[in-house]
């Protein structure tokens, strides 16, 4: 199971306004709007990781909880994710969909910075009238945006370990795309490791 070892690196500097740049014009191909962000945290994380692969920036997926404003996102305790971690995939008998997770999942750049492309949307569905969706750049969150009721993201863990436990069960819907994933994260980031040690040539 994939977890990639990225060390965090403050001084590292990543342009943020290119990077929401870059995901906003992403998500606007194939997203009609952002009402779709909520709830798919965890597929909306594969998609920034592809964007963050495809411009060359190292990052890790992290799994947990968002202090917000006026309390937890979701309540998340290690309780729950061991639990979940260990439980695997559990089919709910209703609706034959995977039963609710109690984690959240964002993108955490090299130099420590969140980049969470779900949390203002879903925060805006809650908080605002209808028919007024967030645009594209400003559902994007990351750390040190101002205006919003986002205090902190609390990691837990890092890597793909819920995702291969819990999510992608034998069977699921996204097996495949997860699968996926895994392998070209670990192909990539390891040539942009290797890039940093040719002279002249670097990742951001």
């Known amino acids: 199971m994939s977890n990639y070892p990225l060390k965090i690196d403050p001084t590292f500097d990543i342009d943020l306004g290119l990077v929401v740049a870059e995901i906003a014009k992403a998500f606007s191909d194939f997203l009609p709007h952002t009402e779709v962000l909520p709830g798919n945290c965890f597929q909306i994380s594969r998609e920034l990781s592809y964007i963050f692969l495809n411009l060359g920036i190292r990052h890790t997926i992290t799994i947990g909880d968002v202090e917000l404003s006026d309390g937890l996102y979701l309540g998340l305790s290690v309780e729950k994710l061991v639990k979940d971690v260990t439980d695997g995939d559990k089919l709910d008998s209703v609706d034959n969909l995977p039963a ?18 779900t949390i203002l949307a879903s925060l805006h569905r809650k ?7 967030l645009s594209f750049e400003n559902a994007v969150y990351y750390t040190g945006k101002s205006d919003t009721p986002v205090i902190r993201h609390m990691p837990v863990m890092t890597g793909f370990v819920y995702q291969q436990k819990v999510l992608a069960a034998f069977g699921d819907r996204d097996l495949h795309n997860f699968s996926q994933w895994y392998e070209d994260y670990a192909l990539i980031m390891s040539r942009l490791d290797l890039m940093r040690l040719v002279p002249g040539r670097s990742s951001r």
């Open 127 to 133: 908080r605002s009238t209808p028919n007024n969706a």
């Open 100 to 117: 609710s997770k109690h984690a959240h999942a964002w993108i955490t750049l090299e130099n420590g910075v969140v980049i969470d492309a």
